[in-house]
Each structure stands twice: as structure tokens, then as C-alpha cells.
């Protein structure tokens, strides 16, 4: 961009020259107030985004912990124990317990004690040992949570400093149960709490509240700069805000965020004056640039305006060696609006890498259920994936949904949509089926898979198994019509024991959605409904096949659909395997084109392509509706098309030789008989089919010809009339001259004198 054309140089130049020393304050004056409420602004949120850190960081690391403890008090050890009372031959158990409670301690988060009772029992084990309710004098404290009302609970206790005041998580055994068996205790100090709190220059000091507005982490001595305004706050203005505060005179800056999770008060406070001191910097520097721009403004409005262009300049170069060799030139577009443009296209770049990074997981679990489909993972590689990628270890069993597009016919998508059809399957194949049932749904041979968990080999015998995925995929089924407003039906495979087994259930669930050529759309198919074990015999309509190839070979379009239906539903009204149905359908078309004529060295090198291109047709139908149009619509029509065009072809072929023979023999006897005897066809025949081709019968079409010759020898020759006659093969003249009059309204000689003159 060349300094001499740019707009913006330009510009600058007259704005510089003409406005002088008032603008120029004015718009210095602005710039402060403007900026500083900007940076203010700016501060104001980099604190709020240190906050929302802060609560990210202590929320996390709690629900951690409450994760865990809940693992811990679920499991059948801890559960089973809750029902023993205290024995001495139980320590084993109670041992194992205070395992699994060390194993469940986060090392992130220093645990003070964790304490689980057994309230029945009347014994416990913490940190330390395992007691009985009267061995420990806390009992009466630990028993009072019993009376929480809630099942899972944090409880803060506020003593005199930082290390004395403690957070408890309070849990009941079992969870939401209405009666207690046992309790756990997980202590955890506000001083290990405060060490999770961000520090960062400039964001003030940092508290949290607990849910009666008591400090619960920091420094909670009377004299701290957060005690002393804890009185003054107030919170009832959302779940988030800022307000200021006074603190022995000085003006402090209050933000705040509340926590949806148990209901703490994050809290920043920072002083005023710390805040606005880089404001109050910048604005003795606009004082000073103002002062200066008064002086130099007139004589060096150029060289400034210069100045001020050059870092836009370097700015918009940097920017246009940053674009893409093949990107449309910019040369002359206003700086900023370029410098615009190229932000957005960098933002952009930025997002899609963004998601690609977030895609990567969920590629990654894709293709090793693609590689389990195709049977190329070890035992060893399986069980550490589905630990990598968090799903369930214990398999039992599992079964493979194949769920396959019926017809896009009615709807409102093209064929070119099926692709992102297929996506928006395995996304509601995603939200139906919970996540620690399934592995991660793919598209495999234009069908979208899923490996779904199964409740125990036997299953494929099991009422129950049968109704679950019966009742799966029929919601699959409703879903998929709702939202998508397509037909599609689902394959099942038998239920197998080991994961890597599942390229066998996958062929399973394909061959079963083959026999929807049978059972037809929106069809549930389970392979073990469907196989027939072996092949049937006697599948193939043998005498409906010949009927309708008689029909087809005589052009008889109705006959020929009766028949057709005739043969589609003796193929399809016994159970066998779809192999033979297919096999069934080609002998049938290639049955029927044999009525259609070799097109010679043209034919024999398409013949190759066409067989295949049938045998894909074919496996691709997937109704017996779709078989019977298909036939139809692509086979008999157009061979009944084209026997009708050879037959119309062949009439005119006869007729027109039946015309020459006529126009060469007109002044002999010529007769049908004679020339259906030379055109090797019968005169019943041959007369009907010249009647219809011309659309006049032969004798009539022999007085026309030989009247239209009469005529021209009459207008153009000498001849006489007796000898017309005789040309014509009238053995008496007078037979001649009757018929002349009657085509002619007047006699040959009335006719020669009439025309002649």
C-alpha cells in the first residue's frame, strides 16, 4: 500500500492542518476519560476472570473430593459393612476399609481426617484407628450431622484463626436412602482450602463466604482487610456484580460471584487508588502531549501526520505479509477496514483449530471402535483404550446396532444429503443410548454402528435382552422420523462375550438389515429372527416368471404388472436366506433381457458393467415395493418401449415396400395376395398392418395411385382414353370412366378439356 494513495494518510494530513490546538485538547481530554473508563473496565474484568479461576480451581478440587468419597461409601465394601456390628474377627474387613479410604483421599487436597461410622454398629474408622462411639469424645459433634436433612452436605466450622476453622463434607450411608446406616466425615483446614486461591499482582485479596456470609478461607483474623468489610457487603444484587466500599478512609473496589454449586460467595477486594493509578499515569501523559501538540502542531502538522501513519503502516505490511499467496488483492482498501478484514480471517483460523483440537478425542475414540469392527485390536489394546478413553472395563457382553436410511422417496432431502444424514443418525444414537452403554457410534458401509453393552452371555436367549434393545431401537426408530422425518430400520446382532469379537456382530447386524427386502421399511431386524440357517429351495416362480416374459414379449403392459406382482410375491412369501432372493431377482432380469436385442460390438464391451451395475441396483433395493417399481420403472417399460418402436419400425418397413411394389406394378394385376406371397406374410396380416401404418386399405391406396397416374396422362400426354383403360388394367373402358367420374365429379375427357386450357 503506497504511502502516496493511502486514504488514511491523506485524511490525517487535512485533519491535522485545519483542526489546531482546540480539537486537539478536546479530543486529548476524551481520550483520557475515555480510556481511563476502559481500563477501568478492563482491570474490573481481568479481576472477575481471576475470581471465576479461583471458584474453577476450589469447586474442582470439591467435587473431586465428593466424587470420591462417593465412590468410596457406593462400593459393596463399605455398603456390606455398614450392617456388621464392631468384631474383633472383622478387622480384615475393617483394615481393607481403611485402605479403600486412604486410596479415595485426593493428594491435591490435604484431607485432615476422614472419618466413616457405622451407626448401627456403633463403630467407626478415621485417619488414625478404628474406635467405638464411646472410645471417641467427638462423638457427639460427628453424631450431630446426623440430623442434616440432606444425604450429601458441606458443613464449615469457623473458629478463632485460619488454622483452627475447618470444612466438612458430610455424606450418609447409603445415599438417598431414607434411613442412615453409616456416615462419612472428610475434613479438609481453610488454611489447605486457601492455598487454592490464585494470587495475582494487581487482583487484590481474594476470600470466600460460606452460605451465612462467614469467611471461610484467607486470612479470618478480625483485623483483615476482608473482616473488616464483611458488615458493609451486600449481596442481593445477582449472582454477580461489583460495588465500592470505604475501609478507614480509602475506597475499595468489591467484586463478587456466587457459587451455584454449594452456594459460597467468591469475593476479590482491591483498593481503588491501586486500581486507577495507571489511569492517573495516563493522564498526566495527555497532559504533557497536549501541551506539546499546542507548540508543534502548526508548523509540523505534516511530519506528524507522517509520524502517526508509520505504526499503521508497519501494522497493515506486517498484516499483508501474513496473507495467502492466492488471496484477492486489497492493495487499495482503507487501512483499517483491511486490518479488520484480516482480524476476523485470523479469529477465524483460530476457532476451527480450536475445535479440530477438541475433535481429536472423539476421532480417536472413533477409529478404535473402526478398528474393532474390523477385528484389528488385541485383548491387551482393547482393555487399555477403553481405560484411556474412559468407558466401562467390564464388558460381559456386548451386541451391534447397524441402523441404514430406508429411502430418501417423500422426504424432503436429495441423495447428495445422505452423508450428513448419517451424522445427525449418530447423534440421536448418541443422546438415546447413555454413555456407559455404548462405545462411540460410527459410520461404517453407508450404515451408522454402534457397540452397545450387554447384560450377560445368555441374553440372546433372554426375554429381557430381547425387550431392552427392542424398546431402543424402537425410540431410535420414533426419534429419527421426528426430527429428521426419515424411515429407517435397524439390524441386531447376536450378543458375543468379547469385544474384540465385534467384526463378527457387525456382518451380523449388516446381513440382518438385508432381509428388509422382505419384511420391508421401518422393519427392526434381529439376525436370529432372520437367518434361516441354509438355503430354501423352490424360491424361484418358474411359471409366473414365463407368463411374464410372454406378456413382456407381447407388449401387454397390464399383464405384464399383474404377473410381475405374481413373481415378487412368490419370492418373498417363504423365508430364506437373502442371497437367493437376490439370486432370485437376477435370473428374473436377466430372464427379461432376453427380449431386448444385441446392440453387437457395442453390447458385448457394456455387458461387464451393466451385470455389475445390476448386481449393486439389486442389493441396494430394499422393499419389496422398491423391487416391483424398480422392475417395473427400469425394465419392463423400457422393453416394452422398445418393442413397441421395432414394431412400428418393422410395420413401416412393410408398408413402404408394399407402396413400391404398388408404385412399380400399378399398371399390372397387383393384388394383397401377391404381395403378402412376396413379403413371405399372410394377406390377413399384411392388410390389417398397411391399413394401420397408412391409414387406408390396400385397394383403396391401388385407385388412388392409379387415378392420380390417369390424371398426369390425361394433362400430359396424347393418350387416349380407351387406352388409359387399358393401361390401368380396366378391360372395359367404360368401368374406367364410372370410376373417374365418381372420384372426379366429371368424365376423363371433361377433365383433359378442363385442365389443358
Same mark, same amino acid.
Given at each position: 500500500?503506497?504511502?502516496?494513495?493511502?486514504?488514511?494518510?491523506?485524511?490525517?494530513?487535512?485533519?491535522?492542518?485545519?483542526?489546531?490546538?482546540?480539537?486537539?485538547?478536546?479530543?486529548?481530554?476524551?481520550?483520557?476519560?475515555?480510556?481511563?473508563?476502559?481500563?477501568?473496565?478492563?482491570?474490573?474484568?481481568? @479481576?472477575?476472570?481471576?475470581?471465576?479461576?479461583?471458584?474453577?480451581?476450589?469447586?474442582?478440587? +470439591?467435587?473431586?473430593?465428593?466424587?470420591?468419597?462417593?465412590?468410596?461409601?457406593?462400593?459393596?465394601?463399605?455398603?456390606?459393612?455398614?450392617?456388621?456390628?464392631?468384631?474383633?474377627?472383622?478387622?480384615?474387613?475393617?483394615?481393607?476399609?481403611?485402605?479403600?479410604?486412604?486410596?479415595?483421599?485426593?493428594?491435591? !487436597?490435604?484431607?485432615?481426617?476422614?472419618?466413616?461410622?457405622?451407626?448401627?454398629?456403633?463403630?467407626?474408622?478415621?485417619? #488414625? @484407628?478404628?474406635?467405638?462411639?464411646?472410645?471417641?469424645?467427638?462423638?457427639?459433634?460427628?453424631?450431630?450431622? #446426623?440430623?442434616?436433612?440432606?444425604?450429601?452436605?458441606?458443613?464449615?466450622?469457623?473458629?478463632?484463626?485460619?488454622?483452627?476453622?475447618?470444612?466438612?463434607?458430610?455424606?450418609? =450411608?447409603?445415599? /438417598?436412602?431414607?434411613?442412615?446406616?453409616?456416615?462419612?466425615?472428610?475434613?479438609?483446614?481453610?488454611?489447605?482450602?486457601?492455598?487454592?486461591?490464585?494470587?495475582?499482582?494487581?487482583?487484590?485479596? =481474594?476470600?470466600? +463466604?460460606?452460605?451465612?456470609?462467614?469467611?471461610?478461607?484467607?486470612?479470618?483474623?478480625?483485623?483483615?482487610?476482608?473482616?473488616?468489610?464483611?458488615?458493609?457487603?451486600?449481596?442481593?444484587?445477582?449472582?454477580?456484580?461489583?460495588?465500592?466500599?470505604?475501609?478507614?478512609?480509602?475506597?475499595?473496589?468489591?467484586?463478587?460471584?456466587?457459587?451455584?454449586? @454449594? &452456594?459460597?460467595?467468591?469475593?476479590?477486594?482491591?483498593?481503588?487508588?491501586?486500581?486507577?493509578?495507571?489511569?492517573?499515569?495516563?493522564?498526566?501523559?495527555? %497532559?504533557?502531549?497536549?501541551?506539546?501538540?499546542?507548540?508543534? #502542531?502548526?508548523?509540523?502538522?505534516?511530519?506528524?501526520?507522517?509520524?502517526?501513519?508509520?505504526?499503521?503502516?508497519?501494522?497493515?505490511?506486517?498484516?499483508?505479509?501474513?496473507?495467502?499467496?492466492?488471496?484477492?488483492?486489497?492493495?487499495?482498501?482503507?487501512?483499517? %477496514?483491511?486490518?479488520?478484514?484480516?482480524?476476523?480471517?485470523?479469529?477465524?483460523?483460530?476457532?476451527?483449530?480450536?475445535?479440530?483440537?477438541?475433535?481429536?478425542?472423539?476421532?480417536?475414540?472413533?477409529?478404535?471402535?473402526?478398528?474393532? !469392527?474390523?477385528?484389528?485390536?488385541?485383548?491387551?489394546?482393547?482393555?487399555?483404550?477403553?481405560?484411556?478413553?474412559?468407558?466401562?472395563?467390564?464388558?460381559?457382553?456386548?451386541?451391534?446396532?447397524? =441402523?441404514?436410511?430406508?429411502?430418501?422417496?417423500?422426504?424432503?432431502?436429495?441423495?447428495?444429503?445422505?452423508?450428513?444424514?448419517?451424522?445427525?443418525?449418530?447423534?440421536?444414537? &448418541?443422546? +438415546?443410548?447413555?454413555?456407559?452403554?455404548?462405545?462411540?457410534?460410527?459410520?461404517?458401509?453407508?450404515?451408522?454402528?454402534?457397540?452397545?453393552?450387554?447384560?450377560?452371555?445368555?441374553?440372546?436367549?433372554?426375554?429381557?435382552?430381547?425387550?431392552?434393545?427392542?424398546?431402543?431401537?424402537?425410540?431410535?426408530?420414533?426419534?429419527?422420523?421426528?426430527?429428521?422425518?426419515?424411515?429407517?430400520?435397524? &439390524?441386531?446382532?447376536?450378543?458375543?462375550?468379547?469385544?474384540?469379537?465385534? /467384526?463378527?456382530?457387525?456382518?451380523?447386524?449388516?446381513?440382518?438389515?438385508?432381509?428388509?427386502?422382505?419384511?420391508?421399511?421401518?422393519?427392526?431386524?434381529?439376525?436370529?429372527?432372520?437367518?434361516?440357517?441354509?438355503?430354501?429351495?423352490?424360491?424361484?416362480?418358474?411359471?409366473? $416368471?414365463?407368463?411374464?416374459?410372454?406378456?413382456?414379449?407381447?407388449?401387454?403392459?397390464?399383464?405384464?404388472?399383474?404377473?410381475?406382482?405374481?413373481?415378487?410375491?412368490?419370492?418373498?412369501?417363504?423365508?430364506?436366506?437373502?442371497?437367493?432372493?437376490?439370486?432370485?431377482?437376477?435370473?428374473?432380469?436377466?430372464?427379461?433381457?432376453?427380449? %431386448?436385442?444385441?446392440?453387437?460390438?457395442?453390447?458385448?464391451?457394456?455387458?461387464?458393467?451393466?451385470?455389475?451395475?445390476?448386481?449393486?441396483?439389486?442389493?441396494?433395493?430394499?422393499?419389496?415395493?422398491?423391487?416391483?417399481?424398480?422392475?417395473?420403472?427400469?425394465?419392463?417399460?423400457?422393453?416394452?418401449?422398445? !418393442?413397441?418402436?421395432?414394431?412400428?419400425?418393422?410395420?413401416?418397413?412393410?408398408?413402404?415396400?408394399?407402396?413400391?411394389?404398388?408404385?412399380?406394378?400399378?399398371?399390372?394385376?397387383?393384388?394383397?395376395?401377391?404381395? $403378402?406371397?412376396?413379403?413371405?406374410?399372410?394377406?390377413?396380416?399384411?392388410?390389417?398392418?398397411?391399413?394401420?401404418?397408412?391409414?387406408?386399405?390396400?385397394?383403396?391406396?391401388?385407385?388412388?395411385?392409379?387415378?392420380?397416374?390417369?390424371?398426369?396422362?390425361?394433362?400430359?400426354?396424347?393418350?387416349?382414353?380407351?387406352?388409359?383403360?387399358?393401361?390401368?388394367?380396366?378391360?372395359?373402358?367404360?368401368?374406367?370412366?364410372?370410376?373417374?367420374?365418381?372420384?372426379?365429379?366429371?368424365?376423363?375427357?371433361?377433365?383433359?378439356?378442363?385442365?389443358?386450357?
Amino acid at each position: 500500500m503506497k504511502k502516496q494513495s493511502s486514504p488514511y494518510f491523506i485524511r490525517l494530513f487535512i485533519f491535522s492542518l485545519l483542526l489546531g490546538s482546540l480539537p486537539v485538547m478536546v479530543v486529548s481530554l476524551f481520550s483520557y476519560v475515555q480510556g481511563s473508563a476502559t481500563l477501568q473496565s478492563k482491570v474490573n474484568e481481568a @479481576n472477575m476472570q481471576t475470581l471465576q479461576q479461583t471458584q474453577l480451581r476450589v469447586e474442582q478440587m +470439591l467435587k473431586t473430593l465428593d466424587h470420591s468419597v462417593t465412590q468410596l461409601i457406593s462400593s459393596p465394601l463399605v455398603v456390606n459393612a455398614m450392617s456388621l456390628p464392631y468384631r474383633r474377627e472383622d478387622y480384615p474387613l475393617y483394615n481393607e476399609m481403611y485402605q479403600a479410604m486412604v486410596r479415595s483421599q485426593i493428594f491435591e !487436597l490435604s484431607i485432615r481426617n476422614m472419618t466413616v461410622l457405622n451407626l448401627k454398629g456403633e463403630w467407626g474408622i478415621d485417619n #488414625t @484407628n478404628i474406635f467405638t462411639f464411646d472410645e471417641n469424645r467427638g462423638m457427639d459433634r460427628l453424631l450431630g450431622y #446426623t440430623s442434616l436433612p440432606l444425604s450429601s452436605t458441606w458443613v464449615t466450622e469457623v473458629g478463632t484463626s485460619l488454622e483452627s476453622s475447618n470444612l466438612h463434607l458430610i455424606k450418609k =450411608i447409603p445415599l /438417598n436412602s431414607l434411613q442412615a446406616n453409616g456416615m462419612a466425615v472428610v475434613t479438609v483446614s481453610f488454611e489447605d482450602l486457601s492455598k487454592l486461591l490464585l494470587t495475582k499482582q494487581g487482583a487484590g485479596r =481474594i476470600g470466600v +463466604l460460606d452460605t451465612e456470609n462467614r469467611l471461610i478461607s484467607n486470612d479470618t483474623s478480625p483485623n483483615s482487610l476482608l473482616s473488616l468489610l464483611l458488615p458493609q457487603m451486600n449481596f442481593q444484587r445477582g449472582e454477580e456484580g461489583q460495588f465500592n466500599l470505604k475501609a478507614s478512609g480509602e475506597e475499595i473496589s468489591i467484586i463478587y460471584k456466587k457459587s451455584a454449586y @454449594n &452456594g459460597w460467595t467468591y469475593v476479590s477486594a482491591s483498593s481503588v487508588s491501586d486500581l486507577t493509578s495507571e489511569s492517573r499515569a495516563m493522564g498526566l501523559i495527555t %497532559v504533557a502531549t497536549c501541551l506539546l501538540l499546542l507548540l508543534v #502542531t502548526g508548523g509540523l502538522a505534516l511530519l506528524g501526520s507522517r509520524q502517526f501513519y508509520r505504526p499503521l503502516q508497519q501494522l497493515v505490511a506486517n498484516f499483508m505479509s501474513t496473507a495467502e499467496p492466492n488471496a484477492p488483492s486489497e492493495k487499495y482498501m482503507d487501512e483499517f %477496514v483491511f486490518i479488520g478484514n484480516r482480524y476476523q480471517v485470523m479469529s477465524q483460523k483460530q476457532f476451527q483449530l480450536a475445535e479440530q483440537v477438541k475433535g481429536q478425542v472423539r476421532e480417536l475414540k472413533q477409529f478404535f471402535v473402526l478398528k474393532l !469392527l474390523q477385528g484389528g485390536e488385541k485383548d491387551s489394546e482393547v482393555a487399555a483404550k477403553l481405560q484411556e478413553y474412559g468407558y466401562p472395563t467390564d464388558w460381559s457382553s456386548h451386541t451391534v446396532l447397524a =441402523i441404514q436410511i430406508d429411502t430418501l422417496e417423500g422426504t424432503r432431502y436429495e441423495e447428495k444429503d445422505r452423508d450428513l444424514l448419517l451424522f445427525a443418525l449418530q447423534n440421536i444414537v &448418541g443422546e +438415546l443410548i447413555p454413555r456407559q452403554e455404548r462405545l462411540e457410534p460410527v459410520l461404517s458401509e453407508h450404515s451408522q454402528v454402534t457397540i452397545v453393552k450387554g447384560m450377560g452371555i445368555s441374553e440372546g436367549q433372554d426375554t429381557e435382552w430381547r425387550q431392552r434393545f427392542l424398546r431402543l431401537t424402537e425410540q431410535i426408530q420414533v426419534a429419527a422420523k421426528e426430527y429428521l422425518g426419515l424411515p429407517v430400520s435397524i &439390524g441386531v446382532s447376536k450378543p458375543r462375550r468379547r469385544l474384540q469379537d465385534a /467384526n463378527f456382530s457387525v456382518n451380523e447386524a449388516l446381513e440382518a438389515l438385508r432381509y428388509r427386502i422382505r419384511t420391508g421399511i421401518q422393519s427392526i431386524l434381529f439376525f436370529e429372527d432372520v437367518n434361516p440357517g441354509g438355503a430354501v429351495a423352490g424360491i424361484y416362480p418358474e411359471r409366473a $416368471a414365463k407368463e411374464l416374459y410372454d406378456a413382456v414379449k407381447v407388449a401387454d403392459l397390464t399383464k405384464a404388472v399383474e404377473e410381475l406382482e405374481r413373481c415378487i410375491t412368490f419370492i418373498f412369501e417363504r423365508k430364506a436366506d437373502w442371497r437367493q432372493y437376490h439370486l432370485s431377482l437376477v435370473r428374473l432380469y436377466s430372464t427379461l433381457m432376453e427380449l %431386448v436385442p444385441e446392440d453387437g460390438q457395442a453390447e458385448s464391451e457394456t455387458a461387464h458393467e451393466r451385470e455389475k451395475g445390476l448386481l449393486d441396483k439389486v442389493l441396494e433395493l430394499n422393499s419389496q415395493e422398491e423391487v416391483k417399481s424398480w422392475f417395473l420403472e427400469t425394465v419392463i417399460a423400457p422393453i416394452v418401449s422398445k !418393442l413397441e418402436d421395432q414394431r412400428r419400425s418393422h410395420a413401416k418397413q412393410i408398408s413402404d415396400q408394399v407402396v413400391e411394389m404398388i408404385h412399380n406394378g400399378y399398371d399390372t394385376e397387383i393384388t394383397l395376395e401377391g404381395c $403378402a406371397a412376396l413379403l413371405h406374410y399372410h394377406p390377413n396380416h399384411l392388410g390389417p398392418l398397411f391399413s394401420k401404418e397408412k391409414g387406408i386399405s390396400f385397394s383403396e391406396y391401388l385407385q388412388s395411385y392409379r387415378l392420380t397416374k390417369a390424371k398426369e396422362w390425361l394433362v400430359e400426354t396424347d393418350m387416349k382414353i380407351i387406352q388409359i383403360a387399358e393401361r390401368l388394367t380396366y378391360t372395359n373402358p367404360q368401368n374406367f370412366i364410372r370410376f373417374f367420374r365418381k372420384m372426379e365429379g366429371m368424365t376423363p375427357g371433361q377433365y383433359r378439356d378442363r385442365f389443358t386450357k
